[in-house]
């Protein structure tokens, strides 16, 4: 059974100040054990003591406003950054949609970032055939597929790295804003897709700012501030909440009507 426990997470993100800004030149003052007088480096709490318990049948929406952590807890849980400090456990395979591109290589053929996308992911060789013929019919490119990416329109590579994405059968799924991209033919295909995903998975943890697809998809919403949880309920009760608050930081003293 798939599960993710978080225990006091937290994540130091590195940020520079004064005039020098090389990472380059920050790295070989480390090697010499110097710090140079104009860069002095500083770091800011991304995630400060997250603790979290989820479990099969979890639907997780994160609010909160940009700088709020939501990215960064996704990041941390789908593996691409480590904790500075605390404990995560997780159970089951994951499947991250947190960079649409990231599986392509403009040099390689649609066939060719096919087959080296399924390694990457880890899918079988039984499973080569059936993926062959699933991202056929989901991207309608055809021929193109024996082209480089590098001859692809944006929209034509964000359907085929979609395609890949999504045809892992995961058991712990992250989605960080993807389903608005693209256009209304793609949207439309995306949110099928999407829903037939879903219900394969036992665990979805979903960042977004659109808070029509929180409630549509989640169960649960964890409202992040600073780097920390400020609130954890129910979807329709904390989405309002959260709303009025946000409509009070930008109209102050003025009233607001929840609907």
Not at 66 to 77: D, E, H, M, P
Not at 185 to 207: H, M, N, P, S
Request: aromatic fraction near 6%; include cysteine; charge should be neutral.
């Amino acid at each position: 059974m798939a599960s993710i426990i978080l225990e006091q997470v937290a994540v130091e993100m590195p940020v520079y100040s004064g005039t020098q800004r090389s990472l380059r030149r920050a790295f070989l003052d480390r090697l010499s054990n110097r710090q140079s007088k104009t860069n002095k480096e500083l770091f800011v709490l991304a995630l400060d003591q997250i603790s979290l318990h989820l479990k099969p049948g979890d639907r997780v929406g994160l609010i909160g406003h940009n700088g709020a952590g939501k990215s960064t807890l996704l990041r941390v849980l789908g593996g691409i950054l480590a904790p500075t400090s605390g404990c995560i456990t997780i159970e089951g395979q994951i499947s991250s949609l947190l960079n649409m591109t990231s599986l392509l290589d403009p040099e390689m053929t649609g066939y060719e970032n096919i087959e080296t996308a399924r390694l990457l992911l880890g899918i079988p060789t039984t499973r080569r055939d059936a993926l062959l013929q699933d991202v056929l019919d989901f991207t309608e490119l055809g021929a193109y597929l024996e082209m480089p990416l590098r001859t692809y329109s944006a929209g034509m590579q964000l359907r085929l790295s979609f395609a890949l994405l999504t045809a892992q059968q995961p058991e712990i799924l992250l989605l960080d804003e993807v389903i608005g991209a693209g256009d209304a033919g793609f949207f439309k295909k995306a949110t099928q897709r999407f829903g037939q995903l879903c219900e394969q998975t036992q665990i979805l943890v979903l960042a977004s700012h659109v808070l029509p697809h929180i409630a549509l998809m989640c169960n649960k919403v964890i409202w992040l501030e600073q780097g920390r949880v400020r609130k954890t309920g129910a979807v329709e009760e904390l989405i309002k909440e959260y709303q009025q608050a946000v409509h009070e930081v930008s109209h102050p003293g003025c009233p607001v009507q929840i609907r």
